[in-house]
């Protein structure tokens, strides 16, 4: 019998059941209407900490290592995107796509961090556009950052975040999405375009 530890995340499956993301062991059960269980998918990393759905496909965000599954409905995935030594802790699905937060456990350069979420996205964005980006001699330390996942897939639009980490996320009007982070109570307003403003503070 297929156990887990703790239960991080929970996603309606459209048809009375759940799917629930565990850890430790990175499994993602399906839970039908009557409490029956089986695992649904193995990611083989160490924590599911997200899911959400869209159209008949199922995302995950996972824990050691930081990577974004999409799984279709026969139950078979494939890696979005594998952001190395990170987790993916948060979704918001807005008409603009779904925004995914992902904290770095090492604080590294910007550049190195959004290089490297961009690179493993397949494509290419400035990492000096974002609350990360404030000028001075010393380049800033990147905690966290916002991705964005077009419908289609694509996981493009990389925003980061200095010297915090994100907690939650909430979508907001046209496309945007409200950021909470755990540095100086600030709640971020963050467009589609990354355009970005402190919404609350």
Not at 40 to 69: M, P, Q
Not at 95 to 120: H, I, Q, R
């Amino acid at each position: 019998q297929n156990t887990a530890g703790q239960v991080f995340a929970l996603c309606p499956d459209g048809k009375g059941g759940l799917y629930a993301g565990t850890g430790p062991g990175g499994r993602i059960y399906a839970i039908d209407a009557a409490g029956k269980s089986s695992v649904y998918f193995e990611t083989k990393r160490e924590n599911v900490l997200c899911l959400w759905r869209d159209g008949g496909d199922l995302y995950a965000g996972t824990s050691l290592a930081g990577t974004i599954f999409r799984i279709n409905a026969e139950g078979r995935g494939w890696v979005l995107a594998d952001l190395g030594d990170t987790e993916v802790v948060a979704v918001a699905r807005t008409s603009a796509g779904t925004y995914v937060a992902v904290n770095n456990g090492n604080k590294t350069n910007p550049a190195d961090f959004l290089k490297a979420m961009v690179d493993s996205a397949g494509k290419a964005t400035d990492p000096t556009k974002g609350p990360a980006a404030k000028g001075g001699a010393q380049k800033p330390q990147v905690s966290s950052a916002l991705a964005l996942v077009a419908p289609s897939g694509e996981v493009s639009d990389v925003l980061g975040f200095s010297d915090a980490y994100i907690t939650c996320l909430a979508p907001w009007e046209g496309g945007e999405v409200l950021v909470g982070t755990n540095n100086s109570g600030k709640v971020w307003r963050v467009g589609p375009d990354m355009e970005f403003s402190v919404w609350f503070d």
